[in-house]
């Protein structure tokens, strides 16, 4: 059950270890869900603004960001943007934010502005989510305290295991000082080979970790995948035929089965 009488649910894409198709499952996740008839909101708190970039709005397309409504006060719905998929609202970042994590060391209840602001959008949509950079700091943090749950993307290849043990540690953190809630909603293998050895047993180790908190959905290596953010659409618009668009979109239906939706 949603722990909100509003039934959002917030959905943290994070894992510490870059290169793992975080940014693509948080972009492709989102525009899944709001094409399934669920209001959405997808928020950017990458300085890199990838996702942003993803979803059409490069660099200066948005004059109001995240960095607006983190260190300004901002109110979150002045910040946010509709975008050209039908019932998915974008908060876009950009190359401020990469200042906040100095700015908001001297803020009261520094950890917890992001919590704040997202509170006053949750009557408006049924899924937030969180696209978080790769490294732990003030913004992460903003973004786990914010939360209740955490998806972790998984690259299947050698070093995965070692990313998903660091990000484990920093959520027991995160739950014993800061978001008591926190809960993982689970682990989702990209970029996965199935011709390669290597990615079966990774499936395999990461199943033994997690158990049934691993999706059954595998997302595989796709170039249509890696050519949509270049051209500002998720893969569902850009190439819904593509493996990577059905990959997604299974994705998102066994998601929403798990909530009980369709």
């Known amino acids: 059950m949603d722990q909100h009488p509003t039934s959002c649910r917030v959905i943290a894409v994070a894992n510490q270890k870059g290169g793992v198709g975080k940014t693509t499952t948080a972009v492709n996740l ?3 869900l709001a094409a399934a008839g669920h209001a959405t909101l997808l928020v950017d708190m990458d300085p890199q603004a990838n996702a942003s970039l993803g979803l059409g709005f490069g660099a200066g397309r948005a004059e109001k960001q995240v960095y607006h409504v983190l260190l300004d006060g901002l109110p979150l719905a002045e910040a946010v ?3 050209e998929v039908k019932n998915l609202d974008l908060l876009p970042s950009g190359i401020d ?3 906040a994590e100095i700015e908001l060391t001297g803020m009261p209840d520094r950890e917890k502005v992001l919590r704040g602001a997202l509170n006053t959008a949750r009557g408006r949509y049924r899924f937030i989510i969180l696209d978080c950079p790769p ?4 913004v992460t943090l903003n973004a786990l305290t914010a939360t209740d749950t955490v998806l972790i993307p998984v690259q299947a290849e050698y070093y995965a295991m070692s990313g998903v043990a660091l ?3 920093t959520l027991a953190l995160v739950q014993k000082g800061l978001n008591p809630e926190l809960r993982v909603e689970g682990a989702l293998l990209t970029m996965v ?3 390669s050895a290597l990615s ?6 990461l199943r033994a970790m997690f158990r049934e908190r691993v999706f059954q959905t595998l997302i595989p290596r796709n170039v249509r995948l890696a050519e949509a953010p270049s051209h500002g659409k998720p893969i569902t618009v850009y190439d819904p035929r593509s493996k990577g668009a059905e990959a997604y979109s299974a994705f998102a ?3 929403l089965a798990k909530f009980g939706l369709s």
């Open 135 to 138: 490294s732990l700091g003030l």
């Open 167 to 169: 990000l484990l540690n």
């Open 193 to 195: 080979d199935s011709r």
């Open 81 to 83: 943007i509709p975008t």
């Open 30 to 32: 989102a525009a899944c």
């Open 97 to 99: 934010l990469s200042g």
């Open 253 to 255: 239906a066994e998601l």
């Open 200 to 205: 079966g047993q990774v499936v395999q180790q």
